[in-house]
């Protein structure tokens, strides 16, 4: 039996970049709430909680920046 192509265009093709945003999404969210759980449970200020989820957000962003630039730099797809 042989497989035919056709033509039609489906919704399910085009959604890969909402699929990589959402996981994305939320992968960044566990890992800054790990970091600032795991800051609160040690008994640190609220201060320190605060900058280490302000650093986590930050150094996230770079790094998801960062993997972009050099994912376009390369075309690489990823």
Request: cysteine-free; charged content about 15%.
């Amino acid at each position: 039996m042989s497989r035919f192509r056709h033509p039609d265009v489906h919704r399910s093709d085009r959604v890969g970049w909402l699929r990589a945003g959402v996981l994305g999404a939320n992968d960044g969210i566990d890992s800054v709430a790990g970091r600032v759980v795991g800051i609160a449970a040690s008994g640190a200020s609220a201060a320190a909680i605060l900058a280490t989820g302000i650093a986590g957000t930050v150094a996230g962003a770079v790094s998801m920046a960062a993997a972009a630039l050099v994912g376009q730099l390369f075309n690489v797809a990823g």
